[in-house]
């Protein structure tokens, strides 16, 4: 009977030694079928170790993105902003931050992004992470302030977005709740929130300057290299074109033009632009702290020359920003830095 329940043939259970110790080994090959517990066949042990690489190359995609060029430490951090290229301090990373920048007159927050649950991403869903990203859109439905360049972000390709919270969710978790965020009423009705992208293909990169147009959305370059106008929002005719002021434990700073105007950047060379991204130094210029190269050094050579391929094809803009001349009222941008009186 157990031969026929088990759907195997009565002689099965035959005194012949040899045919025990074979038949035997049927059974436990069977039940071990039926448990599920059989070891998988070479095409799956192929899938499966693709999917395993694939996870592996998506992690360290993300943590290319993250520790690189979006540089999403750099506000989520609690900052050591006297060492060389301001790292986040010992088991701070990720936990969280009031923006110590002095020129923004109310108190923004970079809340924390680690796993925790309680005080951080842990009970966020993949989609309310993306939909933060790319439509600024809190996972309590409220419109985030756009220091969180989710404007920028909007083009990141749908892996790079899988790669970015696939490294989210690596972190250690740190419990750190942060204070809130405290905008006023206005500025808060004021915000809107983009039209919601569903899906975005991998970008273009059949050129450096296309491969470099997509990695300077992703590095937030345009942020604090562009003036902003009363109502906060970028100067479209000054993109690039540096004098946005930075104020707070760094200093005071202008940001850079960057467009291939005299004014700007047009006697960089891939070398310099290289040595600049790397060691934070101009040649004898020391830059300063607020400029991510602590983390752009993390870049690849072939990323960071895509990205200056870029930045050589902006429009050219006329707009002189010298940090090491003293800040004066600046007609063009509306704002004080070196050399701004130099700007009709």
């Known amino acids: 009977m157990i031969g026929i329940r088990s759907g195997l043939k009565p002689d099965v ?12 080994r049927k059974i436990a090959a069977m039940v071990a079928v039926l448990a599920g ?8 042990r192929a899938r499966q170790t ?4 694939r996870a592996e190359a998506r992690l360290a995609r ?7 060029l979006s540089d999403c430490f750099g506000c989520h951090s609690e900052i050591d902003w006297k060492a060389p290229g301001a790292p986040a301090l010992p088991g701070r990373k990720g936990v969280g931050a009031v923006v110590p920048d002095e020129s923004i007159p109310f108190q923004v927050v970079a809340p924390n992004i680690t796993p925790d649950a309680e005080t951080g991403l842990g009970k966020w869903t993949d989609q309310e992470i993306g939909r933060a990203l790319r439509n600024g859109i809190g996972h309590d439905g409220r419109v985030l302030f756009p220091l969180m360049p989710y404007m920028l972000y909007r083009d990141m390709s749908d892996e790079d977005l899988a790669a970015t919270i696939a490294y989210l969710r690596s972190l250690a978790a740190v419990r750190n709740a942060t204070p809130k965020m405290l905008l006023p009423e206005p500025v808060q009705k004021s915000l809107q929130p983009p039209p919601p992208v569903a899906s975005v293909p991998p970008p273009d990169q059949s050129t450096p300057q296309k491969r470099g147009a997509y990695l300077v959305a992703l590095g937030t370059c345009a942020q604090c290299h562009t003036p902003i106008d009363n109502q906060m929002r970028p100067r479209a005719d000054l993109a690039f074109a540096g004098g946005f002021v930075l104020k707070g434990p760094w200093g005071e700073v202008a ?10 950047i047009p006697y960089y060379t891939d070398a310099l632009f290289l040595q600049a991204m790397r060691t934070g130094h101009v040649q ?3 830059l300063n702290s607020i400029m991510p190269w602590g983390r752009y050094r993390n870049l690849t ?12 094809t902006l429009k050219p803009v006329v707009h002189r920003v010298d940090n090491t001349e003293p800040p004066t009222p600046c007609k063009r941008c ?4 070196g050399l701004g009186s130099a700007n009709l």
């Open 13 to 24: 259970f035959s005194s012949s030694k040899g045919k025990e110790k074979l038949t035997m």
């Open 37 to 44: 517990t059989v070891s998988c066949g070479p095409g799956d």
């Open 50 to 53: 693709s999917e395993r690489e």
């Open 62 to 68: 993300g943590r290319y993105l993250l520790e690189g």
């Open 255 to 264: 940001s850079a033009n960057l467009t291939p105007d005299p004014s700007g």
């Open 284 to 286: 004898a210029r020391k």
């Open 301 to 312: 050579d072939e990323d960071l020359t895509a990205i200056f391929a870029y930045l050589k």
């Open 334 to 337: 509306g704002s004080r830095h």
